[in-house]
């Protein structure tokens, strides 16, 4: 099966500043990466995916890239902000079947400060 | 409406007890899902109905049963749990996917359940 590993499991950065986070995939047939925002107390909302078409997706101050030789994809946050502090959940999916079977990297925790 | 409902917020049950998870969407998703996710770590699916069908079932203990009455509903019956069951179990829904549907996962605020 799928396997998505992430990095950094924390990151501490000053507001304004940007963040990065990989994930790494092992399933050459995936070809759906969405990211997760997951607040304190609430519940995954997606922010971003991507095609394995495409090798670059944007929208405001966050974008997404994709290497697919490389079999990786990371998170760009720029300009961050206070309401960015979460946890950052990366996933991995193929288009087999009618429901997604999203394969979730381990997160990354991420602090906006002052 | 955009929301996935699941009641209740919170369930404080013993190992001999049995309860149920109730979630409800109108979206008018075809595929649903349980999803467990322990403090600190993602989501783990649990199971997944497509079509008022169980269509993923990833090994999960039969002290955990799911149910799909119909489109909009999805329960997660409990019995005979254990302390390590508890977390926080999150539904889940979304469109059936084709290709103009990226399979966007629509989470409830999930139910927080302890075991003692």
């Known amino acids: 099966g799928e396997n998505v590993e992430q990095h950094p499991s924390t990151l501490s950065v000053q507001e304004g500043d940007s963040a990065v986070i990989k994930c790494t995939y092992s399933d050459s047939a995936s070809n759906y990466f969405p990211w997760y925002k997951q607040e304190l107390g609430k519940r995954p909302q997606l922010i971003i995916d991507?095609?394995?078409?495409?090798g670059e997706k944007k929208d405001q101050r966050i974008a997404v890239t994709l290497n697919k030789t490389a079999k990786h994809f990371s998170l760009h946050i720029t300009e961050t902000q206070p309401e960015d502090s979460a946890v950052y959940f990366c996933a991995a999916s193929n288009d087999a079947g009618t429901a997604s079977k999203l394969t979730f990297g381990t997160g990354t925790r991420l602090q906006v400060t002052l | 409406d955009t929301e996935v409902t699941q009641t209740p917020k919170h369930l404080v049950m013993g190992m001999t007890n049995k309860k149920s998870l109730k979630c409800e969407q109108h979206m008018g998703h075809r595929a649903m899902y349980w999803y467990k996710q322990k403090a600190k770590k993602p989501p783990e699916l649990m199971f997944v109905?497509?079509?008022?069908?169980?269509?993923i079932n990833e090994s999960v203990p039969s002290r955990f049963s799911p149910e799909c009455p119909n489109s909009s509903l999805l329960n997660l019956h409990l019995h005979a749990l254990q302390p390590e069951d508890s977390a926080l179990y999150l539904c889940?829904?979304?469109?059936?996917?084709?290709?103009?549907?990226?399979?966007?996962?629509?989470f409830g605020e999930g139910s927080r359940l302890t075991v003692l």
């Open positions: 109905y497509s079509y008022e069908k169980l269509s």
């Open positions: 889940a829904s979304s469109q059936a996917r084709d290709r103009a549907n990226t399979g966007e996962l629509f």
């Open positions: 991507i095609r394995s078409n495409v």
